[in-house]
């Protein structure tokens, strides 16, 4: 019995080199941010200015986030991100 028969973890992933796996998973994501967009018009990807802006506003705040923070938002109403 190896370790993948107790977690059910088969290792297939094992097998891309760790450039391929990087590139898997940055894919990964942003199919998933999209389906997110797709699904719910309040999801928003924003801009890296967009980003910029909301991590200042949240900095004035008190409130200490990394960019990654925001790789999709949800907006309720008519709220400009570029403002």
Known sequence: MTRGDLTGDSGAHRSLPMENRSSALFGTERSARELLV?????????????????????????IALVSSAF???????????DD
């Open 38 to 62: 797709a699904a719910d018009p309040r999801y928003r990807i924003p801009t890296k200015a967009q980003r910029r802006a909301l991590m200042v506003s949240f900095a004035e705040r008190g």
């Open 71 to 81: 790789d999709a938002v949800r907006v309720d109403g008519a709220i400009d991100l």
